[in-house]
């Protein structure tokens, strides 16, 4: 099993940027592919973004192109989700999650291993 820790989240003005991070414990990092979700109040859980278990492949959500970045180090057992021009309907709690690799599309996979998110507030 894994272990995932989200970090990085907080309250800022639209036009600002966050990093978010996320650290796993457990089986080894590189056996898996690691997506970012997000889920506003009153909404559904949706797809942010993704990232293949090499680095190789990434999936965004249109409405975060261009602004958002996902990478990762698999020598720090790391990924993160960097976010500039934030607006507020980036609102929400953030998750990492992390399925075994496979090399099926990023998106829309059953992912296997949660985080317990972390709250991204953007003001205009």
């Known amino acids: 099993q894994v272990q995932l820790v989200e970090s990085g989240g907080g309250s800022v003005q639209a036009g600002a940027s966050l990093r978010l991070s996320c650290t796993a414990s457990?089986?080894?990092?590189?056996?898996?592919?690691m997506g970012w979700f997000r889920q506003a109040p009153t909404k559904e859980r949706e797809f942010v973004a993704a990232?293949?278990?090499?680095?190789?492949?990434?999936d965004y959500v249109d409405s975060v192109k261009g602004r958002f970045t996902v990478s990762r180090d698999n020598a720090k057992n790391t990924m993160w989700l960097q976010m500039n021009s934030l607006k507020p309907e980036d609102t929400a709690v953030y998750y990492c999650?992390?399925?075994?690799?496979?090399?099926?599309?990023?998106?829309?996979?059953?992912?296997?291993?949660w985080g317990q998110g972390t709250q991204v507030t953007v003001s205009s």
């Open positions: 999650a992390g399925v075994l690799r496979s090399g099926l599309p990023l998106r829309g996979r059953n992912y296997d291993y």
């Open positions: 457990g089986r080894t990092f590189r056996s898996y592919d």
């Open positions: 990232i293949s278990w090499g680095g190789s492949m990434t």
